[in-house]
């Protein structure tokens, strides 16, 4: 199974600033890896595909990077809703593997 | 639009087994897979499989062969997953989701609202 690391487990930032998580696959993964979003309580909400993708009505202060064995999540200029959890997830092969998260906090 | 529309809340007793649902509407039930997600109380998020309501074809992590059985009925538009021979390591919510049309079918851009399944005696 490919591993999925992700960094840091958890991340306190304040309004308006600018935060990246970070997510390590075990292989090459070749850009096929996503990026959800969840509040508690509530289902993931997918916010990025292909790496690098936006899905429809996804904030555009959102972007993901990377490329082989490295992702990267950016979130500009963080509002109020923003604070939550973030997971990456392998999509290249079965089973479909998700980092362990990383929940952002108001500071 | 696409809803998922998840069955309540479970409590069960260790040992047993519980089926839970996942009715969908809003789009052709035959043509896309529906996925089940594991997530346990602060924990991340786990696949278990999918299956295809068109044919019926599954496909699950191998870590829950024999634990969850995946079904759907193409006549109600209604995916099942059944969970057997249930121990506390199967207390969790348990997610529906569906693919993006178009893309890796791996992308889950619907989701239900997730079913809490608490095994205790």
């Known amino acids: 199974d490919i591993q999925m690391t992700q960094s840091p487990a958890s991340l306190s930032a304040s309004l308006g600033e600018t935060v990246t998580i970070e997510c390590l696959a075990s292989?090459?993964?070749?850009?096929?890896l996503a990026w959800y979003q969840q509040k508690p309580g509530k289902s993931p909400q997918l916010l990025i595909y292909?790496?690098?993708s936006l899905h429809t009505g996804v904030p555009s202060r959102f972007s993901g990077s990377g490329s082989g064995t490295q992702y990267s999540l950016k979130i500009n200029s963080l509002q109020p809703e923003d604070f939550a959890s973030y997971y990456c997830?392998?999509?290249?092969?079965?089973?479909?593997?998700f980092g362990a998260g990383t929940k952002l906090e108001l500071k | 639009q696409v809803q998922l529309q998840q069955s309540g809340a479970e409590l069960v007793k260790p040992g047993s087994s519980v089926k839970i649902s996942c009715k969908a509407s809003?789009?052709?039930?035959?043509?896309?897979?529906m996925h089940w997600i594991k997530q346990q109380p602060g924990n991340g998020l786990e696949w278990i499989g999918w299956?295809?309501?068109?044919?019926?074809?599954?496909k699950y992590n191998q870590k829950f062969n024999g634990k969850a059985t995946l079904t759907a009925d193409k006549s109600s538009s209604t995916a099942y997953m059944q969970l057997s021979s249930l121990t506390s390591e199967d207390s969790a919510v348990y997610f529906c989701?569906?693919?993006?049309?178009?893309?890796?079918?791996?992308?889950?851009?619907?989701w239900g609202q997730g079913t809490l399944v608490t095994v205790s005696s």
């Open positions: 997830q392998n999509g290249l092969s079965a089973p479909n593997t």
């Open positions: 292909d790496a690098s």
């Open positions: 299956i295809y309501p068109g044919n019926g074809n599954t």
């Open positions: 809003g789009y052709t039930f035959t043509s896309y897979d």
């Open positions: 292989e090459d993964i070749y850009d096929i």
């Open positions: 989701a569906r693919p993006l049309p178009g893309y890796n079918p791996n992308w889950f851009a619907y």
